[in-house]
């Protein structure tokens, strides 16, 4: 007898996730479209900030080797540069 009424239970289950699904369904898919595209975004533009503080820290280092050279007029040039584009930085 009690198979009888876990059966029934079991079908007024998944026909109630089945009126969810048809009904929200559709939302639910295109929040996790939206979840990933802002995801795939955020993790883009940390890695485009990631590629302009290695390539800040490529000139900051040319920069040194050139004071080393004795070079100071030139280092002092890309110095210049490095402090002008290292103003909008992240902390």
Known sequence: ?????????????????LKLWSRYGRHIVVLAVVMLVVAGGIVAWRDHQLSERRAQSMRYSSALSLVREGKNAEAAKVFALVAQEGGDTPH
Request: aromatic share 6%; net charge negative.
């Open 1 to 17: 007898m009690s198979d009888i009424f876990r059966e029934i239970d079991e079908e007024l289950r998944r026909d109630n996730l």
